[in-house]
């Protein structure tokens, strides 16, 4: 046996990483300056970003919020921000024309939209969902006053009309679609006739109402939210009954379905626009004049409900067909199917469209300036009218993007947030 | 013995709903009837309403003078041309927009897409912030605020004027920005230039005879041309060669200064500017999503496959991977291209005079045709959508993936 001078007998520790390969130094290497095209690039970029901050920071940090006007801004400072028009009609751009005294009614009903949407938006606190159902008419009875009972008129019609389903289905009538078509025509008979007598006499006995805001004084950040939250709401069913048209088999659904939704992608939502504001009055009966704000509401909702059929219908398509035969196989009936089987699986595959759709809506609830509506970017023409602030572009455009620019960005981090809770494949 | 007859039941009203083999036709008819009821009573109020008001439905308008100016034209029109002559100048000025829009837009909207995958962090960043920016905001402020850049940061023309003047034109005294608009140079047809363009038309056939002959070779012989630096030979040598053996017939005229403007040259409007550009930075921050979405769509095997196979990379890029993106990346950029089209009609914004501030503008309001001029514009809108999607349907017909 021979004899070792020195046996190792435990390993050499592993001795730590060039300095140059880890921690920042090792991940600016990796990332900025692996090579020399890289090298100029990150250069470059940040001169660029140097370039741009260099001019702007000193301009938004050191602007003034308490000048009276434009001019009185220049004499202060003409090299930096002139956020005073802000501090002075924020209001404006907040709530347009709404009565100033009326200020806490938009306000509360903005804040309700939150406390609405949480339901939808989490799960876990959907058990408020009550709240959600019934929040649209209270928010339209908050912006537009009246009297409370014609608002809650339409939920106890509709109530009724459920109620009326219930009684007849336990009755003798077998037929589910002989006790809807049934019921429908109650409820119909119910706000033809009962309605209206119902609603003095509510209005009679609880008194509630507020003072009357016409449609022409909604304005600005309230009438984007007006316009984008109603056609979201509305042009959501819309576009799935639509989609599940165009891929039905039923020939005369299907050409309908086909025709109106390429027509509506066919055309600018400005001429859409245009008839609501110059051409409905053409196809209603005569002497029909009816709300603009309201004309405005459906035609946006037409608009997106066909987009969003589109959208869903990629969905619909992007399911194996394996789906439909198994539902099909199990019994279920189609709108069971739909119901249970294919809605869910390709709404899940949709949601970025769907969200996109949504974004799109909301970036043009500001085509209603061009139609003379006071949304903010017609009031920021308004306000540059006035003379005292004459002139002035930057400020106001940079805050109503910035306010877009947050909702917009808000929906596509939740639809990114949604697309990762619902991923159950991985 | 079995019997395969259908249990035999007697035919009851009922069942037109209740049966699925009778509810399907039954709805149908239904729908039918509703939709042909509808449509009837909004003609039947469309009727009665233009009864009321006295009017008819005609279109010899389009005929009539136009009476009125437009300032940005591409074809000779004055005001005593016809409506139908503002209607068409209008479509030639939304056409105008829309196809240098696209353009612009493709151009920013790959490079932006494509550094946005890039590995340096910051490059990457730089593009999600211009990308979440400009998605996020809706196009009718950028159209304004691209417009208010233009009148409010250039200067006005007669900041060009005298010996030591404020701003200088670009490009060896060739551009001139101002808050009127751009001036440009102009070229001049000289005696010779017809020919001239003939035989660029003939070098660009050629080049394309010759790509076709190197793709036969490289099909039949594996021999490579080196057909990129070839083409650009064949198509700039024999034009710049005839461009001094006719003695430069095509001249260029430079804007200069006379009095408070700019004379000669070519006049590009602010209003045009400020649309043109900002619907292509709109819809260049929705294309470079398309581009990276195509490119990251290709799984990581392909590009391994390939290299295994020892392909070098750029042969990679252009013989595996893109041939495979632009099967998913054009069905979608044509349709962004559609939407530009449509975007276009925001024109009024800042006064240009596309189709719908001509005809569905001034025209209406002159004449009161609102139903006609409405349904026209609506009709050219729809065209230029139907021949859009008809040529993506096209592209995806040809460009499937073959399955057995």
Redesign the interface.
């Known amino acids: 046996m021979k004899n070792y001078a020195y046996v190792r007998e435990k390993s050499i520790p592993p001795s730590p990483p060039p300095l140059i390969e880890v921690g920042v130094i090792g991940w600016i290497r990796q990332?900025?300056f692996?090579s020399w095209f890289?090298s100029f690039?990150?250069l470059f970029?940040?001169y660029?970003?140097f370039i741009c901050l260099i001019d702007f920071i000193p301009w938004a940090w050191g602007g003034h919020w308490n000048a009276k006007s434009l001019r009185e801004c220049m004499d202060l400072d003409p090299n930096v921000a002139c956020f005073s028009v802000l501090a002075a009609r924020w209001e404006q751009l907040l709530f347009g024309l709404y009565p100033a005294d009326q200020y806490w009614r938009p306000t509360l009903t903005f804040v309700f939209l939150i406390l609405s949407i949480i339901p939808i938006l989490f799960p876990r606190f959907f058990r408020y969902f009550w709240f959600s159902v019934i929040y649209p008419g209270l928010a339209i009875w908050l912006l537009w006053g009246g009297s409370i009972w014609s608002i809650a008129i339409i939920y106890i019609g509709v109530i009724f009309g459920v109620a009326s389903f219930t009684v007849l289905s336990k009755g003798v009538i077998r037929?589910t679609?002989?006790n809807l078509t049934l019921s429908i025509v109650i409820t119909l008979l119910f706000f033809l006739f009962l309605s209206s007598t119902l609603t003095e006499f509510l209005s009679y006995l609880i008194p509630i109402s507020l003072p009357f805001v016409e449609s022409l004084r909604m304005g600005g950040f309230t009438l984007s939210l007006i316009v984008g939250i109603s056609g979201i709401v509305a042009s959501f069913p819309i576009g799935i009954l639509l989609a599940l048209g165009r891929q039905s088999?039923?020939?005369?659904?299907k050409m309908?379905c086909v025709g109106f939704i390429?027509?509506i992608?066919?055309?600018?939502?400005?001429?859409l626009l245009?008839?609501a504001s110059?051409?409905l009055?053409?196809?209603?009966?005569?002497g029909t004049n009816f709300d603009i704000v309201l004309r405005v509401v459906i035609m946006v909702t037409l608009f997106s409900a066909a987009y969003m059929a589109e959208v869903i219908r990629g969905g619909l398509a992007g399911l194996p067909l394996g789906q439909h035969e198994a539902s099909a196989s199990l019994g279920l009936t189609y709108w069971q199917s739909q119901r249970l089987i294919i809605m869910p699986q390709a709404l899940k595959i949709s949601i970025p469209g769907i969200v996109n759709t949504f974004?799109g809506l909301f970036?043009?609830t500001?085509?209603v300036?061009?139609i003379s509506l006071r949304d903010p970017?017609g009031l920021?023409s308004t306000i540059r009218a006035d003379t005292k602030w004459n002139g002035i572009?930057?400020e106001l455009?940079v805050a109503?993007?910035l306010m877009?620019?947050i909702v917009?960005?808000g929906m596509?981090q939740y639809s990114q947030y949604l697309e990762r809770k619902l991923q159950t494949d991985k | 013995m079995s019997s395969t007859n259908l249990p035999s039941e007697k035919f009851r009203l009922g069942m037109l709903l209740s049966d699925t083999r009778y509810r399907g036709t039954s709805l149908q008819v239904i729908t039918f009837i509703i939709f042909v009821a509808v449509f009837f009573w909004l003609v039947d109020n469309t009727l009665k309403n233009l009864a009321l008001l006295g009017k008819d439905v005609s279109f010899a308008f389009l005929g009539m003078r136009a009476g009125y100016d437009i300032n940005q034209r591409l074809i000779p029109y004055t005001n005593d041309s016809t409506h139908a002559m503002a209607a068409f100048v209008g479509i030639l000025n939304t056409l105008l927009c829309a196809f240098v829009g696209c353009i612009i837009a493709t151009i920013v909207g790959v490079f932006v897409g494509i550094l946005r995958l890039s590995k340096n962090w910051i490059v990457a960043k730089l593009m999600s912030v211009y990308i979440e920016g400009f998605r996020n905001v809706p196009v009718l402020l950028w159209i304004v605020m691209v417009f208010a850049l233009l009148t409010e940061f250039t200067p006005a023309p007669k900041a060009f004027k005298g010996a030591n003047p404020e701003a200088t034109m670009f490009l060896f005294d060739s551009i001139a920005i101002t808050n009127r608009g751009t001036y440009l140079p102009a070229p001049v047809w000289g005696q010779g230039s017809t020919f001239l363009i003939i035989i660029f038309l003939i070098s660009v056939l050629a080049v394309i005879f010759f790509i076709r002959y190197a793709k036969e070779l490289k099909k039949n012989t594996g021999r490579n041309m080196p057909s990129f630096w070839i083409s650009i030979g064949i198509l700039i040598v024999p034009t710049v060669l005839f461009y001094f053996i006719l003695g430069k017939p095509v001249e260029l005229n430079y804007p200069y200064l006379k009095g408070f403007n700019f004379k000669e040259g070519i006049h590009l409007r602010n209003s045009f500017i400020a649309l043109t550009l900002a619907l292509a930075f709109y819809t260049s921050a929705f294309i470079a999503e398309i581009v990276r979405s195509g490119i990251l769509a290709i799984s990581k095997g392909q590009t391994e496959a390939a290299a295994s196979l020892g392909m070098k990379p750029n042969k990679i890029m252009s013989l595996i991977i893109l041939p495979q993106a632009l099967r998913v990346i054009v069905p979608p950029l044509i349709s962004n291209y559609l939407n530009l089209t449509k975007n276009s009609s925001l024109a009024i914004a800042v006064g240009y005079m596309d189709v719908r501030g001509t005809l569905g503008g001034i025209t209406l309001n002159q004449t009161g045709r609102e139903l006609e001029s409405m349904l026209l514009l609506m009709g050219f809108y729809l065209s230029v959508s139907l021949f859009i999607s008809s040529i993506i349907n096209w592209f995806n017909r040809s460009f499937q993936i073959v399955v057995r």
């Open positions: 990332n900025l692996s890289n690039l990150t970029s940040l660029f970003i037929s679609s002989v088999n039923l020939p005369i659904i309908i390429e027509f992608r066919g055309v600018p939502l400005i001429t245009f008839v110059v051409l009055n053409y196809f209603l009966p005569p974004i970036k043009d500001t085509l300036s061009i970017i920021a572009y930057w455009y109503i993007g877009f620019f917009c960005f596509s």
